[in-house]
């Protein structure tokens, strides 16, 4: 029992920058990865980048590492992804993910709780 909330989308041009944010309330203690994904129209949903809060590592697509940084703060049960250098190419649903299980959470199959998404379009 895991409630994920996006926040933090918007429309911006390329090049430009926005931070998500996702606030998980519930029964958070049992959640050691959040993770982010995103799906664009026509396409399948795919890994953007993770945090394990144990091991206090960091994951990332190839095409975002560089640009993107996933940080947050486990004790106010949120994490962010700071999108800099934006390319219309990222333009997606952004989707919060919280899982339990261990792997390298890269992976749908390793997260159980999901948010509803929040729009991010980059365009001229």
């Known amino acids: 029992q895991v409630q994920l909330v996006e926040s933090g989308g918007g429309l911006v041009q390329p090049g430009g920058s926005l931070r998500l944010a996702c606030v998980a309330s519930?029964?958070?203690?049992?959640?050691?990865?959040m993770g982010w994904f995103r799906q664009a129209p026509g396409k399948e949903r795919e890994f953007v980048s993770a945090?394990?809060?144990?091991?206090?590592?960091?994951y990332y697509r190839d095409s975002v590492r560089g640009r993107f940084t996933i940080s947050g703060d486990n004790a106010e049960n949120i994490v962010y992804l700071q999108m800099n250098s934006l390319k219309p190419e990222d333009t997606a649903v952004y989707y919060c993910?919280?899982?339990?299980?261990?792997?390298?959470?890269?992976?749908?199959?390793?997260?159980?709780?999901w948010g509803q998404g929040t729009q991010v379009t980059v365009s001229s």
């Open positions: 519930g029964r958070t203690f049992t959640v050691d990865t």
């Open positions: 993910a919280a899982g339990m299980r261990d792997g390298y959470p890269i992976g749908i199959s390793d997260y159980d709780y």
């Open positions: 945090i394990r809060w144990s091991a206090d590592t960091t």
